[in-house]
């Protein structure tokens, strides 16, 4: 059997495949919703209401690296859980500048409080996980 369909026999390497999966559709999401209120018509932009635009930026550029990532992780590459530790991180930071940004009075929308504590916690919980299960895994050409 080879490593990967062995990897993907163990529950382990299930919960890594359904992470990846997610990361992979997460990020398709991501890029096609951000890129629609970024270079979409004033309709748009007029529809995501009160958005940070540093945030959006931050998220759509964010979407291609959770594509990335998730692909990484589906082909258990050990970087994939730096790489997912990074963008918990960043993740993370941009989250924390933006609850300054609300917390001193600044325009925002209720959705996004909730979209960054989903994206933040989503990357957190990879990270420990790839971590967990590609630590030691050694790498395949």
């Not at 990361?23 to 932009?45: C, I, M, N, S, Y």
């Not at 940070?52 to 930026?57: E, F, G, H």
């Not at 082909?75 to 001193?104: D, N, P, Q």
């Amino acid at each position: 059997m080879s490593a990967s369909a062995q990897n993907a026999s163990y529950p382990n390497g299930r919960i890594l495949n359904l992470a990846a999966a997610f990361a992979v559709l997460f990020g398709l999401a991501t890029v096609v919703a951000g890129g629609r209120v970024l270079f979409g018509p004033a309709e748009a932009r007029a529809a995501a209401g009160a958005y940070v635009p540093a945030v959006l930026w931050f998220n759509f550029v964010a979407g291609f690296g959770y594509i990335a990532l998730g692909g990484a992780l589906g082909l258990r590459k050990r970087w994939a859980a730096g790489g997912a530790a990074l963008m918990a991180l960043a993740t993370a930071v941009v989250y924390l500048a933006f609850g300054l940004h609300v917390f001193g009075g600044g325009d925002h929308e209720l959705r996004t409080v909730v979209a960054m504590g989903v994206r933040t916690g989503f990357w957190i919980t990879i990270a420990v996980l790839s971590a967990r299960h590609l630590k030691h895994r050694k790498e395949t050409p």
